[in-house]
């Protein structure tokens, strides 16, 4: 069986090495084979799901290089887990390990972003597409006007919304139907009462009157930003005290710490009967508290 | 008997886990997302509404007039989710020609939701009690078990209802300028109420349904959305009921007034808002003041004082 093993190691590396040669002899260098390599795995369909996670998570970067990131990442851990004592096999799978689910659970606690960039940047996507609709009266030509028009400081978020709904126009598709559709596509399992779905349900009535629309779409915009303002002008009110919720117990906890462990005597103490029951009871009072003011704060 | 017992606890756990996954599985609406085909829960809520319908109490004289309007306001809360999930099956099983089972009244459904939920708590409770104190205890806390639980679909409900009603007054400026812009557009009122219903909250949604119903059948359209407004309680809507009959009776133009009205309405949001600000303010720096900041000063102290105590360099005679 081994000696299978070793054939098949071996004619592997043999066509990898043929490769090469293939590559350097049509001019290509290894950094152009790495682009490529990586190129090609963002056009595969694992690639393309992870990059619809990673615009999801609004992580700003490729399939490939986020995978190269956790590379770099996995070599420091497993080298730390092989001086820590764990024999190489072990520390890679640690490594593996720590790197992919560290990974996934930041692509799932982000997961949201998109939503909140799309909701965030909907006044400028209204204004964009008011500024267009009133001077085309088409809302085809609104999309691609709006599309040519989108300047570098444009939020993202709109830029990909504009870019998809102009693709979908100029294959054919209706505008109201491709705005719809890109909005959908930007974050995905948006609620319709949303601020982005607002946008695209009020822009779906230029077919009616191109005008009003316009001139709805500049209102809705103002609508939008004085919302988000009194959002921020309440926030703001708050800030200091949901901050201290917040400040208080990670500074008593760090104090805590650093005071276990410089004292031997004071872990043992808080390691024991009396003590622990009490350190316990004071976290689920201080967790529940800063919890609550947080929640407080935020109705 | 101490293995039996464990495992009956461990059992016990795993179906409450189990229970609660399945209550706690949240799916949120999607635009122009396809309908689902029905799942185990639409077929178990179907099959409970049928034996359901052999059981007493299960079915309550109040679900004809509070029912409909609670599930119109929290779609998205769990007893809602079954009882769609069971409208589903049923519809899916009398498409599909297999119709093997009747069908059910949505109070039958409602009731095989309270049954399914009693079902449920039940058996975990009773495992445990049988395991650590007998038959006749574990027989008791299933009984009054089976009896909490069933209530537990009304309460969920009630409340998700409460809540939806105190989002949708943060809403409802949103929701007249999307009202607004329809009108101005020249879409006709029922029209314009329902595609507004499309981008709305789900208790703004409701309401607009509802009086977007009654004006198709020949209501006058501002007291038809003051009479639903009422019935879903949400009052705040009654102005642009009264900017609907204004429009009727004067001819008055919509959009604008509808505009005005929710840019009044955004601008009391944001002073009740600021004026909520400034008085939970005080209240949450008196409770990090005398909650958090103590007890972690206590926990600090409590650490230093029994690493003193324990390393016997206190000074105490």
Redesign the interface.
């Known amino acids: 069986m081994s000696g299978v093993a070793f054939c098949v190691l071996l004619a592997a590396l043999a066509v990898g090495a043929r490769d090469l040669r293939r590559e350097r002899r049509d001019g290509q260098s290894g950094a152009h084979l790495v682009a490529r390599l990586a190129q090609r795995f963002d056009r595969s369909r694992p690639g393309r799901r992870l990059g619809a996670r990673l615009w999801r998570a609004q992580i700003r970067l490729s399939p490939a290089g986020w995978r190269g990131a956790q590379l770099m990442i996995a070599v420091p851990v497993a080298v730390i887990a092989a001086a820590a004592g764990a024999a190489p096999p072990a520390a890679l799978a640690v490594a593996a390990t720590v790197v992919r689910s560290g990974g996934s659970l930041l692509l799932r606690v982000r997961r949201g972003e998109a939503s909140r960039a799309l909701a965030a940047a909907a006044p400028q996507l209204a204004r964009a597409l008011a500024t267009e609709l009133a001077a085309w009266g088409s809302g085809s030509q609104a999309l691609s006007g709006a599309v040519r028009r989108s300047a570098a400081g444009d939020a993202a978020a709109v830029e990909r919304v504009l870019q998809g709904a102009a693709a979908r126009v100029v294959l054919g598709g209706d505008a109201t139907a491709a705005l ?2 890109a ?2 596509d930007a974050a ?6 949303s ?1 982005a ?2 946008v695209a ?2 822009f ?2 230029h077919g ?2 191109s005008a ?2 316009a ?3 500049e ?2 915009a103002a ?2 930003e ?2 988000a303002a ?2 921020d ?3 703001a ?2 800030g200091e ?2 901050m ?2 917040v400040a ?2 990670i ?3 760090a ?2 710490v650093m ?2 462990a410089t ?1 031997p ?6 390691l ?1 009967l ?2 622990l029951p ?2 316990g009871a ?2 689920v ?2 967790v529940a ?2 919890a ?2 947080r929640r ?2 935020a ?1 | 008997m101490i293995v039996s017992r464990e495992a009956l606890t461990v059992a016990g756990t795993l179906l409450v886990v189990a229970s609660l996954g399945l209550l706690l599985r949240r799916g ?5 997302e396809a309908e689902p085909p029905p799942g185990a829960v639409g077929r178990l809520v179907l099959a409970a509404a049928a034996l359901a319908s052999h059981l007493p109490g299960l079915e309550r004289h109040s679900d004809a007039s509070t029912l409909p309007a609670r599930l119109a306001l929290a779609p998205a809360a769990w007893p809602a989710r079954w009882i769609a999930a069971g409208l589903r099956a049923q519809s899916h099983s009398a498409a599909s020609g297999r119709g093997g089972m009747p069908s059910p009244a949505l109070g039958r459904l409602v009731a095989g939701a309270r049954l399914l939920t009693g079902v449920l708590a039940a058996p975990p409770l009773v495992a445990v009690c049988v395991a650590w104190f007998g038959a006749p205890a574990s027989a008791l806390a299933g009984s009054v078990a089976l009896a909490t639980a069933t209530r537990l679909p009304d309460v969920v409900l009630a409340a998700a209802a409460r809540r939806a009603v105190r989002s949708a007054r943060h ?1 409802t ?3 007249v ?2 009202l ?3 009108a ?4 006709s009122l029922p029209e314009a109420m329902v ?1 507004t219903a ?4 789900p208790a703004l949604a409701a309401v607009l349904r509802a009086a977007a119903v009654r004006r198709a059948m020949g209501g006058e359209p501002g007291a038809a959305l003051a009479a639903e407004a009422r019935r879903y309680g949400l009052p705040m809507l009654g102005e642009v009921a009264q900017a609907l009959e204004w429009q009727r009776l004067l001819g008055t133009p919509l ?1 604008a007034e509808l ?1 005005r009205i ?2 009044r309405m ?1 601008a009391e ?2 002073a009740a ?2 004026r ?3 008085r ?2 005080p ?3 008196l ?2 003041a005398l ?3 103590p ?6 102290v ?3 004082v ?6 016997g ?1 206190l000074p105490l005679r």
Not at chain 1, 188 to 193: I, Y
Not at chain 1, 265 to 270: D, E, H, N, R, S
Not at chain 2, 198 to 201: D, F, I, L, V
Not at chain 2, 306 to 311: E, K, M
């Open positions: 719809h559709r909005v959908d995905p399992r948006l609620p319709p009462s601020p779905s607002r349900a009020v779906a009535l009616h009157d009003a629309t001139v709805a779409l209102r809705l609508s939008l004085a919302d009194a959002r002008d309440a926030r009110a708050t005290v949901r201290s919720a208080v117990p500074l008593a906890a104090t805590l005071l276990l004292d005597p004071a872990l043992a103490a808080a024991s009396p003590l009490l350190l004071a976290t009072v201080v508290a800063s609550s003011v407080m704060l109705a | 949120t609406p999607r635009v122009g809403d400026a949103a929701t300028d999307v607004a812009a329809t101005a557009a020249g879409l595609l499309g981008h709305a909250p959009g505009s929710a840019g955004r949001h944001r808002a600021l909520r600000a400034a939970r303010g209240l949450a720096t409770a990090v909650v958090i900041a007890t972690c000063l206590a926990a600090v409590a650490c230093l029994g690493g003193l105590l324990q390393g360099t």
